[in-house]
């Protein structure tokens, strides 16, 4: 998907994402999920990450693209699996019904 908006077309979006200085490197760069879908498309997006033989972990609405072909390890077990009540963002409402110890 192409943002009409946008007056890069989605390969060359690409290529001035992958030509920078940090991707030369081989460092690790992030960005919005939203913004790869809008400016490029996911479909074309991973397929060039295929390509250059990279990886890339999505975490909260960010892709963490790892611009080199070393191998990822974790050095945190993964935490206990949460509902998306549980991880999804908080607002005061869901503090409103918490009653506060009594003294």
């Not at 490197?25 to 919005?32: H, P, S, T």
């Not at 913004?35 to 490029?40: G, P, Y």
Request: glycine content about 4%; aromatic content about 8%.
């Amino acid at each position: 998907m192409q943002n009409r908006n946008s007056p890069l077309s989605p390969e060359v979006w690409l290529r001035d994402l992958f030509t920078s200085k940090a991707v030369q490197q081989g460092a690790v760069i992030r960005r919005k999920a939203r913004d790869i879908e809008r400016f490029a498309g996911i479909d074309l997006f991973l397929r060039e990450i295929h390509r250059r033989g990279y990886r890339v972990a999505e975490n909260s609405g960010q892709f963490v693209i790892f611009c080199n072909r070393a191998p990822v390890r974790w050095l945190t077990p993964p935490p206990d699996t949460l509902s998306s009540k549980e991880s999804a963002p908080k607002s005061l409402k869901d503090f409103e019904t918490r009653q506060s110890p009594a003294k």
